[in-house]
Nanobody, 121 residues
């Protein structure tokens, strides 16, 4: 099955760093835009960062200068380097990507299962 699998979440003190990974697996022909979303406890899911197939990035204002999104197309993996973490960064981080399958070559959005990040003050 085509799927996205996140890893790298955990507990970290404020000011610390974490690096999240999300790998696309399965019979995938191509990966288009990849993105990271954040859902804080009791709040709606919000876009954190996106990266195009060519490497063009966009960030939410709240993470500019602190987070860096990158990708390795050969490994079909997107990363989120999170520095200077704040308590408000706490929550579940979800990977999202448009994947093109060998079955019909149509891009469809996929979501990872989420990885928990807790930032203590």
């Amino acid at each position: 099955q085509v799927q996205l699998v996140e890893s790298g979440g955990g507990l970290v003190q404020a000011g610390g760093s974490l690096k999240l990974s999300c790998a696309a697996s399965g019979r995938i022909f191509s990966v288009n835009v990849m993105a990271w979303y954040h859902q804080a406890p009791g709040k709606q899911r919000e876009l954190v960062a996106t990266i195009s197939k060519g490497g063009t990035t966009n960030y939410a204002d709240s993470v500019k200068g602190r987070f860096t999104i990158s990708r390795d197309n050969a490994k079909r993996t997107v990363y989120l380097q999170m520095n200077t973490l704040k308590p408000e960064d706490t929550g579940v981080y979800y990977c999202n990507a448009d994947l093109q399958s060998f079955s019909d070559f149509v891009f469809r959005p996929y979501w990872g299962q989420g990885t928990e990040v807790t930032v203590s003050s």
